[in-house]
């Protein structure tokens, strides 16, 4: 079965420290990957996805495909990095137009 | 930029009642969805759309239907209202599926119900 598991429902860190957000992911073949961010009273939208390999407001995010993984890091986290993130995967076998989220890890970056 | 709008931020209703959220997007996709999000749940999908008048199951649909007769509006109805309704409700769209990586999805603010 198709799954995505975000292990940490919350992740505290200090600002300027280095920050992970772990992803975990269940599926047969080759899915796409996404995170996706809900920041305070805005809406939830795509933050960065695998395909491009691009850095987002200093995130990253590598596809492990060993290990099923799809950490979203940043190496110096900043008090405006607080949100609630999502990982995301697509593919065919969830039916292509489907999109099937992670629980959700809270990130709460102390000054 | 593509616009998702849900028709309120805040409802609320009574045990029984039947509910209506709407959602218009403006960029002429082809799939439309309706996601209840709930602390330590995510993002639960009740039902999507891939066309008008086309619809499908999602993870949770039961107590909820939904209608699609435009291409760019797609409602989310709750038959009879059950406290156990109460959550955030998100519609989101997205492209057709040429591309997978462009499968984006693109949201709405998101409609509070509270059933009382």
């Known amino acids: 079965a198709q799954r995505v598991t975000q292990p940490e429902k919350l992740l505290s860190v200090f600002k300027g420290a280095p920050v992970e957000l772990k992803c975990n992911y269940s599926y047969s073949g080759s899915p796409e990957l996404f995170w996706y961010v809900q920041y305070s009273r805005q809406r939830l939208q795509l933050l960065l996805r695998?395909?491009s390999r691009e850095s987002i407001k200093g995130f990253t995010a590598d596809l492990n495909k060993g290990e099923t993984s799809f950490h979203l890091k940043k190496p110096f986290a900043q008090e405006e990095d607080s949100a609630m993130y999502y990982c995301a995967l697509s593919g065919l076998n969830t039916g292509g137009f489907k999109t099937i989220f992670g629980a959700g890890t809270r990130l709460f970056v102390k000054a | 930029d593509v616009k998702v709008t849900q028709s309120s931020r805040y409802l609320v209703k009574r045990t029984g009642e039947k509910v209506f959220l709407e959602c218009v997007q403006d960029?002429?996709?082809?799939?439309m969805f309706w996601y209840r999000q709930d602390p330590g749940l995510g993002l639960r999908l009740i039902y999507f759309s891939y066309d008008v008048k086309m619809k499908e199951k999602g993870d949770i649909p039961e107590g909820y239907s939904v209608s699609r007769e435009k291409k760019e509006r797609f409602s989310l109805i709750l038959e009879s209202a059950s406290t156990n309704q109460t959550s955030m409700y998100l519609c989101?769209?997205?492209?057709?599926?040429?591309?997978?990586?462009?499968?984006?999805?693109?949201f709405g603010a998101g409609t509070r119900l509270s059933v009382l």
């Open positions: 989101a769209s997205s492209p057709g599926l040429a591309v997978l990586a462009k499968n984006i999805q693109y």
């Open positions: 960029m002429d996709h082809e799939n």
């Open positions: 695998h395909i």
